[in-house]
């Protein structure tokens, strides 16, 4: 029913609309880039389908689902300048194609052209919706700075990790679900039950991301595994490695964090092996799906009938199955 | 009434709400810093007195003024990173102090920081303040965008640079002041007037900005005159005198913007020469009282007593007051 093909198109309109005027083509080519070269569009998807939960008729949704897919992909184009990535989504990431200073101009941009496809959600609902897009969004922010904060930082604990990801990935994809309930007037605590949904899927979603790049089929995942170990990047494994690991197993993991990489392959392979020793696979799985119960009990509990939620219950089916 | 040390004090203590929860310390750093060094607070103190125009009671003007300020304070976080300006208001900028990923991370959550000043306007005016924000934020970066395009084109008119001024620099202005009129329950036609009013001051402002860099007093103006021609900077001045200047006088200042500059002090004083010939100050001021008049004029319409104006009408005689 919600294809993303559909979203694409409409967010395609959106953007187009934008820029109509031929005065800022060249500060709307990157933003039309970005929304073009894919993306599952996993959050408006899950907006207009909680609002469906409520409400037959979606349309009100709409704007405000173009909106949170406008804002993820701004937060795209300005942590890649921040990481400097050469690519996403396997295509050159905006900095990389027109320089850093468009990038942060068009990305500022995008910034407001996901507030002003907020600003059309339905007037009664237009001062929570708003709340909780930019309550969200500086969350985001904040998210991003404990990324960038603990690339310094030696020691990251499990509980500062996951409260990383939460504001970084988690809070978004719950704000979208709860913005598709406050436009389809969903009860109060029906909103809440939709946002801990989301919440649990987000944080359980990226423990299994950080599972998948070490132990997922290159094939399936379409992008080669132990990308997050060549580059030290400090994943729920990693963290629980280091948490775990003593005596000569941790002296050979920060060995192997430190020593410049001459054999990626072979980094990996070690790396792998220590947390094969301290089962760190099987933890992370578990804790992933801890939270995937989580979000599954909130859902149960929202107040519509159970088959109303079926394509909901099957989408978050679906990013489990990844796991397989 | 309205002073800036109000604002700043106000604007200060959202900035501490904000930052009160310490995981977010060094994201909120900078947003601190740049709106504690300074700035004159024109468009708070303005939204402010358009709405007093209209009540007696501001109060809930004064969350969307901090707001506008706070999305001023943003623009100048990323324009210095865009520039790669060294200095704001005699301090060091905010990526010269935290570097580039910090400045774009922390503007990134001060421009939501805006968002969420704004989206304390009584709810009655919420939507509409909101929209006339929003167009504002993306005209400012479409402003932003044609002077970026302005650095490469070699011939811009006269048109062009008026149009990116207004964008830059005017429409900002004027939404401060069409803000505080619409939160002021002010009739839609008083609305137009007092955009129109802060439009037109705007523009005449950055052109008189433009005169003084060439030709204010140092002592008074607070910065080295002469700086826009030693960066070449396509001010109004320039533009207009790249449009008049023919034959060998159009070759020697195509020469003196071309050649490596040795002595900084004798290209300004040639370059101001070719001005002076073409009677371009006189022109360029000229151009700024036909739009101070313009701005007066719709001021004089708005439908309230011409006493209620006075503050208004003296904080444009003062910005006016600068260029002699």
């Known amino acids: 029913m919600f294809t993303s093909d559909y979203l694409r198109e409409l967010s395609d309109k959106v953007i187009t609309g934008l820029a109509s005027s031929s005065e800022a083509d060249r500060l709307f080519a990157p933003v039309r880039y970005i929304m073009s070269i894919g993306g599952k569009r996993l959050r408006p998807v899950m907006c207009l389908m909680a609002c469906n939960l409520f409400k037959d008729k979606i349309d009100e949704a709409v704007m405000p689902a173009v909106g949170i897919e406008v804002f993820h992909n701004f937060t795209l184009i300005h942590d890649d300048i921040i990481d400097d990535a050469g690519m996403r989504r396997g295509s050159p990431t905006v900095h990389s194609k027109w ?86 007037e969903a009860p109060e605590k029906d909103q809440e039950l939709l946002y801990e949904f989301g919440r649990c899927l987000g944080i359980a979603f990226q423990v299994q991301d950080d599972v998948l790049d070490t132990y997922g089929d290159t094939r399936m995942f379409g992008k080669k595994t132990g990308s997050d170990i060549v580059a030290n990047k400090k994943t729920y494994l990693l963290v629980k490695a280091l948490e775990m690991a003593g005596g000569e197993r941790l002296r050979q993991l920060r060995k192997l964090l430190e020593a410049e990489v001459q054999d990626p392959e072979e980094k990996v392979t070690e790396v792998r092996k220590i947390y094969d020793e301290l089962e760190i696979r099987l933890q992370a799985e578990n804790l992933a799906y801890d939270y995937f119960n989580r979000a599954f009990q909130a859902l149960d509990q929202v107040s519509v009938k159970a088959e109303r939620k079926g394509e909901l219950k099957q989408l978050a089916v679906n990013l489990i199955g990844r796991v397989k």
């Open 99 to 184: 320089g850093s200073r468009q990038a942060i101009l068009s990305g500022d941009a995008m910034a407001f052209i996901a507030v002003e496809c907020i600003g059309q959600a339905p007037e009664k609902a237009l001062a929570k919706t708003l709340r909780l897009f930019y309550r969200t969004a500086i969350e985001v922010c904040t998210g991003q700075q404990l990324d960038l904060d603990y690339e310094k930082k030696g020691v990251v604990s499990e509980e500062e990790y996951l409260r990383m990801i939460e504001l970084k990935t988690a809070v978004l994809i719950a704000a979208s679900l709860k913005t598709g309930a406050i436009v389809g």
